[in-house]
């Protein structure tokens, strides 16, 4: 079997991808919607973000009375670490996530219900189409 001939038989196959960048640029919120129509989010993020995220801890840490200033990073929903936030960067990832079939234990499913999923990750459509009308998509 060829690798080409596995990807085909991936059950979920990407449509669109949907990016919008946080305020700082070294982080976006990724939509990704599959050809069967459901919705996943993530964060992808640079290692700029993660050295951000470390200095602010340092920062906070500081004004703590009685307590060392330390860097650390507690991220507490899953973060995809790329090279640089471009959208072809972005959509290999994806392509490539999907084809390792680890995909929907990265991305949330965004739901149509107000339930937590299997993996207590929990989005709203109505959010998420929200987010899909108003989104700016990063140019390659």
């Excluded at 919008?20 to 939509?31: R, T």
């Excluded at 640079?46 to 340092?58: D, G, K, S």
């Excluded at 670490?81 to 234990?105: G, K, R």
Aim: some cysteine; hydrophobic content about 45%.
């Amino acid at each position: 079997m060829t690798p080409a001939d596995a990807v085909e038989k991936i059950m979920i196959v990407p449509d669109e991808v949907f990016c919008e960048p946080l305020e700082d640029g070294d982080a976006c919120d990724v939509l990704v919607r599959m050809e069967d129509g459901t919705v996943y989010t993530a964060l992808f993020a640079t290692v700029a973000y993660i050295h951000r995220q470390l200095q602010l801890t340092w920062l906070a840490t500081g004004s703590i009375p009685e307590t060392p200033p330390v860097r650390y990073a507690v991220l507490d929903t899953p973060h995809i670490i790329v090279e640089q936030l471009q959208l072809e960067i972005i959509e290999d990832t994806i392509d490539n996530l999907v084809a390792q079939d680890v995909f929907e234990s990265l991305f949330t499913r965004v739901t149509h219900d107000n339930e937590p999923t299997k993996e207590k990750h929990f989005a709203t459509q109505e959010i998420a189409q929200a987010v899909i009308d108003e989104v700016l998509v990063l140019s390659g």
